[in-house]
């Protein structure tokens, strides 16, 4: 079982970039394939981007593509999510999730193990 802590959230305006970080716990967290979810107000959660055990596979919601940038360290036990230009649309709760599986997962109801989230504010 792995257990992640999200940090680096925060308000900002739009058009700013803010990296988000989840450390993970457990000697395992290779194996485990990683994503951000997020949830905003009275909306369904939504992946927002995945990444594969090595990091040679990840997924992007169209959302976020060209300007979300999802990466993990593996000796740190670490996966990120680098958000730029930032839009009052990306505001939510954004969720540390892993996969125990290689196959990389692209529905938030695929990942077992969740952190407690981090709340992303952008402002307009």
């Known amino acids: 079982q792995v257990q992640m802590v999200e940090s680096g959230g925060g308000l900002v305006q739009a058009g700013a970039s803010l990296r988000l970080s989840c450390a993970a716990s457990?000697?395992?967290?290779?194996?485990?394939?990683m994503g951000w979810v997020r949830q905003a107000p009275g909306k369904e959660r939504e992946i927002v981007a995945g990444?594969?055990?090595?990091?040679?596979?990840?997924y992007y919601a169209d959302s976020v593509k060209g300007r979300f940038t999802i990466a993990r360290d593996n000796a740190k036990n670490t996966v990120y999510l680098q958000m730029n230009t930032l839009k009052p649309e990306d505001t939510a709760v954004y969720y540390c999730?892993?996969?125990?599986?290689?196959?990389?997962?692209?529905?938030?109801?695929?990942?077992?193990?969740w952190g407690q989230g981090t709340q992303v504010t952008v402002s307009s």
């Open positions: 990444i594969s055990w090595s990091a040679f596979n990840t």
């Open positions: 457990g000697r395992t967290f290779g194996r485990y394939t």
């Open positions: 999730a892993a996969r125990a599986s290689p196959v990389l997962g692209v529905v938030g109801a695929e990942y077992a193990y």
